[in-house]
């Protein structure tokens, strides 16, 4: 999550970057990601334009799942952002 946040805040476009980790969340999960990172990798993906809805659904998914306990007011505001720029509805 760190490495898409970095390359989103400098503005660079990395498409296969994004797919790559997109991929790799679908592989291995997010039960090692903490709020922050969760948060950091999904903002990342809607400041970029970059569409990905399994990511997303996972990340709602995991969040769904662990509740909203260990959230911090920011990763939950920068969370939600990211769900309403990239159009992602979570039901």
């Known amino acids: 999550s760190n490495m898409v946040w970095a390359f989103a805040t400098a503005g660079v476009r990395a498409d296969a970057l994004y ?3 997109a991929e790799a969340v679908q592989r291995r ?6 709020p922050q990172a969760l948060s950091n990798m999904v ?6 334009g970059v569409l990905a809805d399994a990511l997303y659904g996972a990340v709602a998914e995991a969040v769904q799942h662990r509740g909203l306990r260990d959230f911090k007011p920011q990763n939950l505001s920068n969370m939600v952002w990211a ?3 990239a159009g992602v509805r979570a039901d």
């Open 43 to 48: 903002w990342a993906f809607a400041t970029a």
């Open 19 to 21: 797919g790559t980790v």
């Open 29 to 34: 999960g997010l039960r090692d990601f903490n």
């Open 83 to 85: 769900f309403a720029t």
